[in-house]
């Protein structure tokens, strides 16, 4: 089984709208994809019914990447098959949501202050319906040229935690991101935890009080982690009992790398299926 825990679409930051991202998934081989928009699960509904058109070619996972914060460092937390609808967790998704919009217009006034001749129309135009975010942002620096890529964006020059055009949003405590997340019968993996190159990390410390207060598991195989971090990592992991995720983190067109380009064993796959309880894969079978 070739399986990707970690991908967006429109509903948040992605190219590919969410049946864009299954029938690609389906193309590339892969036999399960997880949908982790940013802070949303507004791209379920296209997804599901894009998966049940597959005939059986593609599992859904369905999830959320939720935005974090511990001691000043922003952090990612995925969260893979909770309930939707569990109210308390929908209030905290909310809140971080209605804050994008007035975060990504506080970069747009700081990067103009810096002689960037960026608008919100411009930020707007490209997330479309999606949730808002600084990916949007550093796509409209590529557009003027101003970055190469949208990665170059992610420096302490322009968009990094601390950076000049930074500005901070709501974001939820990780350990209460894994209390409500458990509280909606899901599982929670921390996203790529040691990608340096994007600001600031969580110190290993802080890694296994999250462990011990039910984190399920880490992103090990990312695309921003060289195998000595990967190998590092592997190790924390096997010391505090988590489960190790690989997965491609994909954007569409807005970064380089390909859906698959990193996978899950389907062993750690079929534990977190087990350890979940408010939802259930997706497929057409």
């Known amino acids: 089984m070739r399986i990707d825990l970690h991908a967006h679409s429109t509903a948040s930051d992605g190219t590919d709208t969410p049946a864009e991202l299954m029938r690609g998934a389906a193309a590339e081989g892969l036999d399960v994809v997880a949908l982790t928009d940013h802070d949303t699960v507004g791209g379920y509904a296209e997804a599901k019914d894009a998966v049940r058109a597959l005939d059986g070619a593609l599992t859904l996972v369905t999830g959320a990447e939720l935005s974090c914060r511990l001691g000043g460092t922003s952090l990612h937390m995925l969260a893979y098959l909770f309930d939707p609808a569990e109210p308390v967790l929908a209030a905290e998704r909310e809140l971080v949501r209605d804050d994008r919009v007035p975060r990504a217009r506080g970069m747009v006034a700081k990067l103009r202050d810096l002689g960037v001749p960026i608008t919100w129309e411009q930020v707007a135009r490209i997330a479309g319906d999606g949730s808002v975010g600084r990916p949007h942002v550093a796509s409209a620096l590529v557009e003027l040229g101003v970055v190469d890529t949208v990665s170059d964006a992610f420096t302490p020059e322009w968009l990094a935690d601390g950076g000049r055009a930074y500005v901070e949003k709501h974001e939820l405590d990780p350990f209460d991101a894994i209390r409500l997340v458990k509280g909606a019968g899901g599982v929670t993996v921390f996203a ?29 195989d990312h695309m921003d982690h060289d195998e000595p971090t990967r190998a590092r990592l592997r190790a924390l992991a096997a010391e505090l009992d988590l489960l190790t995720t690989g997965s491609s983190d994909y954007h569409g067109s807005r970064k380089s790398c390909r859906l698959g380009e990193y996978t899950t064993d389907p062993e750690v796959y079929r534990e977190i299926s087990r350890r979940a309880t408010g939802a259930v894969p997706i497929t057409a079978i």
Do not use: F, N, S
């Open 192 to 220: 790529h935890p040691a990608a340096a190159k994007r600001g600031r990390t969580i110190p290993e410390a802080a890694i296994a009080e999250m462990a011990a207060a039910g984190l399920d598991g880490i992103e090990v």
